[in-house]
């Protein structure tokens, strides 16, 4: 279990995750996790490292599948589009999040668009674009992702300089030769510019990226959200097609393969879309027609459930972090006289109902009174540590933060 | 003795035990309205009645039953008892009736079944008289009704043997239905319905005749057995109603064989089948390999030739795969690895 949990974290740096590495976990410093993910992570990790006070990430095939592809790309060739897919809750997120963290690790330039499906439904306000008539500018979402694109990118931003004049409204604009950082300010400065501002940053971006002075990566998380429907409604109660959305629009012609120097990573998702069966995972289900057409070729990633290796490595993990107890294992059971519980793995289900023990000792007479079903293997969403709240209940004790 | 014990076998117990009537409680009794052959039928049979101080059965008692006398008698054994197991069932029903238990001797049980118990037996078992039943209709009885018939029959063909030559030889089915009711009429509307099935397969159809034929029948082919079926009925006549099938058909096969102006206005989605050529992927691929040329400074490199290479032959074919056949992890994986051969992608 020790070496199982060690920190690996220098392997991470020199990216030397193998083959070998796989089904452990490797811990990731929480300065570099604030700055490389201002946004991204999936809830229930992000609850997780708040729990344990570190971010653990498994390495897993699909992952080791991906690195391997872009250590080995060749980047004067048009950046070559992969697909993350796999049924609910098996890592699509995770996976990418690793090859975020590798990518800017390696000194990349990371566009992480944390879920598309943000852009297309509960928009409050929908702004006529000035640049164009036809769309629609989202400024809330626009100024919401620049400001965390900022947080995570400032030193492409001062390198990265404009190659062109931009025009803000009749007054401000943008000189030629200014930094990108510039543009972003303007953006998160007037809102109202803020969908043109992410669009300019796009257009730059990918203009010079073959230049080979940086290595782009565009990491979209539900990127079946571009070609699918939308739940926004112009004044006049007409359904709003997603083109017609800036930033849409704009994130559509960045996943074209017509530029080179980089890469382009994306995952699909069923959960967050809209108008999709619960039971679609493949990418043609999930991309339509349209959106199929748009993004081939692209290489497919399945992302399978946990294998048994894996699961053995997350519910050692589990069990040293003394998030799961066992009876015969270190036992909690000497000073305040409680007895511990024997788990067998829980669903997230029967883990909200122990939640619901709070304040209470759980005595083994409650515990008793939950039948918990036993568990075949499962994928990493049924072990929510967020969900239990095991340790809440049964070890008030417990400090919520370890030291 | 014996025709007492007889009857409380029918007092809801297995048939054929014989039972001291020592042995039955009152309960036991109660329970069974049996179903006398004569007499007591005539009166109401409510169980209650034939409760405990009910008679048992004594051959020619006489019981008071409100003012008037009454005479029981014993109810005979069932036929059943008497029936060897190699007898001629066909005498026993030889047309349509309804269920006599007497009568079939098989422990037949239908019901709902009683609370802890088992279904009701068939003894005085209405759900048995209500449904309809083909012990009418046994192998055996069959046989006899063929061999009545076959005096009215003519030799099945001896050259056609097998369903193959059937087919090729008959492609096309016809379907009628004569309906034979006692009445007064021998006439039923129904008769006049005439099906007509026939294999694409054994016309003389090219693609375009065949996509064109299935389009325009629509919903009277299946895909899976490859034949159209035709229903005619809107003729008041049989005879007519053949008439308009073979008319319909000649007509659908020559339409199909025709080529319109309009059809060329054929657009993406009115194909039945993906078509790789001409398509959105076949455009991103050759961009793709033409940038990727274009970045390694090879020129002069044709459309023609790059559609001529293996590896975009073997995208095409993953391509086709994935979107005719749906979607498999077989076909996914091979889409990929077609994808990493053209885009020439190292692990």
């Known amino acids: 279990v020790q070496d199982r949990h060690s920190d690996n974290s220098h392997l991470a740096l020199q990216a030397k995750h193998t083959e070998q590495h796989e089904g452990r976990l490797y811990n990731i410093p929480l300065e570099e996790l604030s700055a490389v993910f201002p946004h991204g992570l999936p809830h229930r990790f992000q609850q997780q490292v708040l729990t344990f006070n570190e971010a ?46 590798y990518c800017s690790r390696q000194g990349w330039l990371v566009l992480h668009i944390p879920d598309a499906h943000l852009w297309v439904k509960n928009c409050k306000e ?138 382009i990573v994306t995952t699909l998702s069923q959960t967050g879309s809209l108008f999709k069966p619960s039971s679609a995972y493949t990418p043609q289900e999930l991309l339509g027609k349209e959106g199929f057409d748009a993004l081939d070729p692209f290489v497919p990633i399945p992302v399978p459930n946990y294998s048994p290796k894996e ?9 040293e972090r003394r998030w799961l107890q066992h009876e015969k294992g270190q036992g909690w059971g000497g000073k305040r ?34 039948a918990v079903p036993s568990v075949s293997l499962q994928g990493p969403r049924t072990f929510p540590p967020c969900a239990s709240g095991l340790i809440s209940s049964v070890c008030p004790c417990t400090p919520r933060v370890s030291t | 003795m ?35 052959r004569w007499g007591r039928a005539a009166f109401s049979s409510a169980p ?42 066909s005498s026993v029903y030889p047309t349509a009736a309804a269920f006599k238990p007497a009568s079939v001797p098989l422990p037949i049980r239908m019901g709902y079944p009683v609370k802890g118990g088992v279904p009701p037996p068939k003894e005085g078992n209405l759900e048995l008289i209500k449904i309809p039943n083909f012990l009418h209709l046994t192998p055996p009885a069959i046989k006899k009704h063929c061999a009545a018939l076959k005096d009215f029959c003519t030799e099945w063909p ?33 008769a006049r319905v005439v099906t007509l099935r026939v294999k694409l397969s054994s016309l003389n159809l090219d693609d375009h005749a065949k996509k064109k034929l299935i389009k325009l029948v629509g919903e009277r082919y299946c895909q899976e057995t490859d034949v159209l079926t035709i229903t005619t009925d ?32 054929k657009s993406e989605e009115d194909m039945e089948e993906y078509v790789w050529e001409n398509s959105h992927s076949q455009k991103n691929a050759l961009d793709t390999l033409l940038r990727i040329k274009a970045s390694e400074n090879v020129s002069n490199v044709t459309k023609e030739e790059l559609l001529a290479s293996e590896v975009v032959k073997n995208y095409r074919n993953s391509v086709i795969a994935l979107k005719n056949e749906g979607e498999t992890e077989s076909n996914i994986s091979q889409y990929k690895e077609s994808v990493k051969k053209l885009l020439n992608i190292q692990a």
Not at chain 2, 5 to 26: N, Q, V, W
Not at chain 2, 174 to 181: A, K, L, N
Not at chain 2, 184 to 189: L, V
Request: glycine share 6%; proline share 4%.
């Open chain 1, 126 to 263: 929908l702004l006529q674009s000035s640049y164009n008539k036809d769309r629609l500018d989202q400024p809330l979402q626009a100024s919401v992702w620049l400001k965390n694109f900022k947080a995570s990118n400032e030193r492409f931003l001062q390198e990265i300089k404009t190659q062109k004049k931009y025009m803000w409204g009749k007054r401000e604009c943008t000189e030629e030769g200014r930094p990108l950082r510039e543009v972003v300010e303007q953006g998160l400065a007037r809102v109202r510019s803020a969908s043109d501002a992410v669009g300019v940053l796009l257009r730059e971006l990918k203009q010079q990226s073959h230049r080979g002075s940086f290595r782009l990566l565009v990491a979209v998380d539900g990127v079946n959200a571009l070609w699918g429907r939308s739940t926004l409604r112009k004044e006049d109660k007409s359904p709003v097609c997603p083109e017609e959305l800036t930033l849409v629009h704009n994130l559509r012609k960045m996943l074209m393969n017509d530029w080179s120097g980089g890469a």
């Open chain 2, 234 to 265: 809107r003729c008041p006549l049989r005879r007519q109603n053949y008439d308009y099938s073979m008319h319909l058909l000649t007509v659908l096969y020559h339409e199909s064989w025709k080529t319109e102006k309009w059809e060329s206005e």
């Open chain 2, 158 to 190: 001896s050259a056609l043997d097998s369903d193959e030559k059937c087919e090729q030889h008959f492609p096309i089915e016809i379907e009628t239905v004569d309906y034979v009711s006692s009445g007064t009429s021998i006439r039923n509307p129904k």
């Open chain 1, 56 to 101: 653990r990430v498994m390495v897993r095939k699909p992952a080791l599948e991906l690195l391997a592809y872009l250590k080995g790309s060749n980047f004067s060739h048009p950046a070559v589009r992969y697909v993350i897919y796999g049924e609910r809750g098996t890592g699509k997120t995770m996976t990418l999040c690793h090859v975020v963290h």
């Open chain 2, 2 to 36: 014996a025709a007492r014990a007889g009857r409380c076998c029918r007092a809801g117990l297995s048939c054929g035990a014989l039972l001291s009537p020592a042995l039955l409680s009152p309960a036991v009794l109660s329970r069974a309205p049996a179903t006398p």
């Open chain 1, 337 to 370: 006289g409680m007895r511990v519980l024997g788990l067998e793995l829980v669903s997230s289900k029967w883990a909200k109902k122990l939640d619901k023990l709070n304040t209470d000792f759980c005595t083994h007479r409650d515990a008793q009174s939950f």
């Open chain 2, 48 to 89: 209650a009645v034939s409760g405990r101080e009910g008679p048992q059965a004594r051959e020619g008692s006489v019981r008071r039953r409100g003012r008037t006398l009454q005479f029981v008698r014993s109810a005979a054994p069932p036929r059943t008892e008497r029936m060897a197991v190699d007898q001629d069932w």
């Open chain 1, 311 to 319: 699961f053995e490595s997350c519910y050692g993990y589990y069990l």
